[in-house]
């Protein structure tokens, strides 16, 4: 995987020196390995900090809406499931695709670092990654699916967007059911779901990490914050208001979600985010077929379209009581 | 087994709706095999729909329609009346006793060039 | 407020829109079809007009049974109204019901403006289904009480 | 702080009897905000609404809430007394404790509880609004005809006729459309060219139509009243000026091998062409496909045999821009293709033709000269079999799912006429039902069968096939319980009707809404048949719904009236209660863009201050009050909230329903 | 790519000729097939009662077979194809079908109707292709007047079997002028040729196949092909005679060369 950073820096590097760009969004390295954060580079000497390893999980997509807007072309480099998003934003004329010369990127998952940890593994110094296998510290060697994030276990998207791609291996598929909880959910009775949720959700501190992350989220002001919109609330005060902020952020986003499960990566709750979205993305692909948002620019989303033999919403509701 | 029951099942085994049909004749006007029937394709459809099984169940057109599908296939309406002959020809030849051809009548009738695939369809066109 | 705050019997809004489910309503008073008196209507232009926070708000204020009337489809003043209502509350109730709600508490029915008696029978049949429900006790202890 | 009258209604006793109304006006007098609440027998007679008049002077209100019947009931009136008393009249609320509180209870303390709710709602909601003015906006006294069939012929001279100028565009090379084409009509059999061309020659010589043939429409801005239409029209590379129509080049062209559309194509036609004498305008158009002079640079003839020098092969297409106030669609039909109806035969047998070829063949204009001989020999055919419902009624994907609706009566009229002229024929008609709803149809299609010995057989024909030189027709007797086989000279086939292919392009450009078979969708079936639900689009002819000629002039002439009374305005008054999007919010995604019925919302790059002397330019959202109508489908798909309706506002809502949920 | 060949019961006995010059025809043209293994007998007829399973799953197997393979499965006989296609696209649409079948089997891997069916005919006009064919050619039939047999089983229905427009097909007329031959188009070719009945009603099927034979010695027919054992049966038993008939793969090789 060393080399596979080396071809994305190199290809960082040659944007910048030819002109053809004149910054670069990137990561760049933290503290710790698995710290980096999304980063702007404006010169060759910066990127000698770039970096591009399993923990690069951050989609870079939602940085363009500013970043498009300012002087001169951008590149960015984007994972697959970066690119819908990518996709998505340009649909809603959010990014300035004139300003930006995206490079897609290989991808085998990214990591999760909580999974290190629980794999026994105290502190994370160092890792090698191999396509299926991961070095920790130099010893360690664990199978590269179990520290990977959830949404990338489930994986199978690909590039959709962007003029090149710096690819060394093709993306290893994925044969798990995104849907798997949504369905196990879906089986419970109703007061056990009632319960899942009442104890995810009342974790929520409302830090608003889920709503900034989320390339969806990209209102210039969030309904949440507009004392007009009569649902902005200062704080929680109650539960419901939990419920209703992410039953709202889940509507809002709905046909819009790419599913691309940066909400659930960053939650310090580890609320399953994502099993909101999903639902209502499995409701869309059973009711009104197979919709993936981002893979195109121009198309209708499910919720802004409609045919005369749309299910009526008594038949819609399945799942069990 | 109750009347209506037995019209359900045979209904549902045909897959095709009958309700959808117009009365417009264009299978009958295209059949093959009209001139061997006693009861026409359109008449199939027309009394599966009003319910009139004990005709069809004795219809000689049961085993003289050639499920050549040319009725299926100009239907404007989307109804298969092979479908529904079909599914009372299957109601038939699963009765007891119902087996239209032995096995050991076969040698006679069977001339040296007949195919294996016919000897098979007739199989099971005719018998459970 | 102290007069009218007896013994709490389940609540009922129902968002009507103008053109078909209100008038539907109208025409069901002028034919005297009586229907519960906890049943509130609210008149919205179409039934599209109703956001999903409407309905998350009404049971957070303590409404036990949320109701939509709308045109039916193909009917509709506005033309495509309400099929988008259709996939919205569609996806909303589905979502409601993921979460552990009863799903007997959200409705959506199709009233023209012909259809008094209907618009009767459907207020009659859902405040039947909520006073078997019950009060909304999964939201009770979560709701803001003010 | 608003000052709010409250006014309640006893109604006779409609109210009363069931509601405590004094109680209710008492309770709701101590809301917040109230400061006065009477209460009166009959609140909309002029007693009532001197009232409230006085106590808005006497108090200063800034609102009103009054409790009475239905708001679809008096709404308007007490607008009216409060506009007359000073207040902009959307200051004004009902709440209505009449159909949906008193008539419907029995018990009066629970009536009097509801309606106190219904009031106190009626109230929260009043606090949250807003003035508002329905805007104006001037009309263009200018109409625009999409097709010059018989539907547009008819609506523009009607426009025309009340003096309001009338442009016609038209994209084949001459109005007239099917109609021109037809031999004779029903039910009256007059012929089809006399009582048609008249109609044409009136258009060309009116001076207020313009009529733009071989034209198309490139696109539509702007919303009724105030359209922007680019017209686009192609090179005809003959001058339209000053072409004679004398028709020497026809003659001298040597490319004569050009399919004749106006003859569907039985003939041949030069490839520069009149397409046919009473074309209007009486003016040749130049093939390109086939011109030589044109395609290699080779030939020249008809240049140089034009004595006023109309002929210019450099002609390029011309795109020109018009305004108008109202567009009327008239775009008409064409017979549908019949790839998936090989069993009859169309495309392998010569003598297997379609009923408008058929119109062709008996035409004394037409390619034989009104002589009926068969395509394939050029031989007077005996036995003639029309087969209906060619692709009709069809549900199975190969068709059309409707009744094309006029075949049933112009295939009568064929086999008539070929009896009356040819009584050597033997005339056989395969149908599945004879509709023949209409004065003086039944009996028109009956006089085929009873006096002209025309053989209707019920049912349909499942093949047709050649043995030897007869085509065999075989198909249902369902009458007689038969197959039939009919050896047959000739077999003609009512194909399906189907809209004109241009129009799904039309209404995307137009924001009209379109049925799955691309006929355009009426504003109300019943009530409103003539317009479509995007307000100043109307529709004429068969572009709306399958008719015969008869029905379509009715159309085109209802059209006519809805485009002279709309255009008779000088301005519209918009609706009042539309949506509005908070620039300062809206992130311009166009999500709303995509439910809007009516096309209202538009996206503009717009600069805003951020302070500190910078700027940013950021794209908005803008909704043209004119053509919203207020549905609002765009505040719930807004994700940001930005989006917002007048009237019906997101707070107004909220209050709303905390209002109705108080205990 | 390679093609999971398909014989069917009836190639290997009393359609030897349709087989072997199947075969030989594809080695001319270089297409990569193999006999597809373990297979069974396709059923024959398709059974059309929704309530039949059984009698589908040795279809079943063999699509299930052939998609482990390359999931391009040849057919030869009309039969065959028309039943493999049409279980297949059961598999594929049929909700009931495929869980029964699925349990029924009890597969390694669940079969939803992946494998592709082709048939010989469709296999050398979209991937061989027939211009293709024609310049492979060495011995053209040249002046032979060929009427294309079809028969119902390639044809119908149309919204599964896809072969071509069911009442003005030309895909054999094509084949037949891409080996040098002159198609005469008549016009009982999508005809039934009297099918299984000719067992127990003789004399419909002799009907049948004279309403056939007939129509295409009118229109100037000196032999028919066809891809169909049961036809083949049919015209030239019931026929009488009448007229010749071969298999189409007999003519391809002969054209090709590789006719004995």
Partial sequence: MQRLENAVLSKAKELLESGKVSRVLGWTKGEFCYDVSPCVFNTVDELKNFVYNGFCGANLSKYLINESKKEGKIAVFLKPCDTYSYNQLVKEHRIKVENVYAVGVECQGKFDIEKFYAKGVGFVASVEEGLTEVKVNGETVLNRNDVKLERCLVCNKKHVAGEEIVELNEKLPSDSDRFEMVKKLEAMTADERFAFWKKELSKCIRCNACRNVCPACNCTKCVFDNPNSEVSAKANATSFEEQMFHIIRAFHVAGRCTDCGECSRVCPQNIPLHLLNRKFISDIDKLYGEYQAGEDTTSKGPLTSFTKEDAEPSDAVGGNK | ?128 | MQEINKERKPLIVAFCCNWCSYAGADLAGSSRLSYPANVKIIRVPCSCRVNPLFILKAFQRGADGVILCGCHPGDCHYTTGNYYTRRRMSLLFSMLDYLGIERERTRVEWVSAAEGAKFSNVMNDFAKTINELGENKRLEDLRCKD | MQKIGVFVCWCGSNISATVDVKKVAEVLKAEPGVVVSENYQYMCSENGQALIRNAIKEHGLTGVVVCSCSPRMHEATFRKTCESAGINPYMVEIANIREQCSWIHKDIEEATEKAIILGRTAIAKLKLNAPLTAGESAVTKRALVIGGGIAGIQSALDIAEAGFEVDIVEQSPTIGGNMAKLDKTFPTLDCAACILTPKMVDCAQNDKIDIMTFSEIESVKGFVGNFKVEIRRKARFVNEKTCTGCGVCMQKCPAKKGLNEFNMGLNNRPAIYIPFAQAIPNVAIIDPEQCLKIKNGKCGLCSMNCQVNAIDYTMKDEIVEREYGAIVVATGYKPISLENFNEYGYDTYKDVVTSLEFERIMNAAGPTNGQLVRPSDGKHPHVITFIQCVGSRDTSGCGKPYCSKICCMYTAKHAMLLREKYPDTEVHVFYIDVRTPGKNYDEFFRRAVEQYDVDYIKGMVGKVYKEGDKLMVQGSDLINDEQVIIPSDMVVLAAAIEPNPSVRKIATMLTASIDTNNFLTEAHAKLRPVESPTAGIFLSGVCQGPKDIPETVSQASACAAKVIGLLAKDTLKCNACVAHSDEMICTGCSVCENVCPYGAITYVDKEFRLGGGKTEVRRVAQVNPAVCQGCGACTVTCPSGAMDLKGFSTKQIMAEVDAVCKR | MKFSYYPGCTLKTKAKELDIYGRKSLEALGVDFEEIKEWQCCGAVYPVAKDEVATKLSAVRTLAQAKEEDGKLLTLCSACHNVLKRVNEDMKSDDNMRLKANNYLALEEAYNGETDVIHYLELLRDYVGFDKLKEKVVKPLTGKKIGAYYGCLLLRPNSVLAFDNPENPSIIENFIKAIGATPVVYAMRNECCGAYVSVTHKEIAEKKSANVINSAKDAGAEMLVTACPLCMYNLTENGKGAMEVKYFTELLAEALGVKE
């Fill in chain 2, 1 to 128: 087994m109750e009347k209506s029951e037995q019209i359900k099942l045979i209904k549902e085994r045909s897959g095709t709706d009958a309700k959808k049909c117009m009365k417009c004749g264009k299978c009958s006007g295209r059949c093959p095999a009209y001139a061997d029937m006693d009861i026409k394709p359109h008449q199939f459809v027309s009394y599966i729909e009003k319910g009139e099984i004990d005709k069809l169940l004795n219809s000689k057109s049961l085993f003289t329609c050639l499920t050549c599908f040319a009725c299926v296939e100009r239907c404007p309406r989307g109804v298969a009346p092979a479908a529904i002959i079909e599914a009372v020809r299957q109601e038939v030849i699963r009765m007891q006793g119902e087996n239209r051809v032995k096995a050991e009548e076969i040698p006679e009738i069977v001339d040296d060039k007949i195919p294996q695939q016919l000897l098979v369809s007739m199989f099971r066109k005719y018998n459970k």
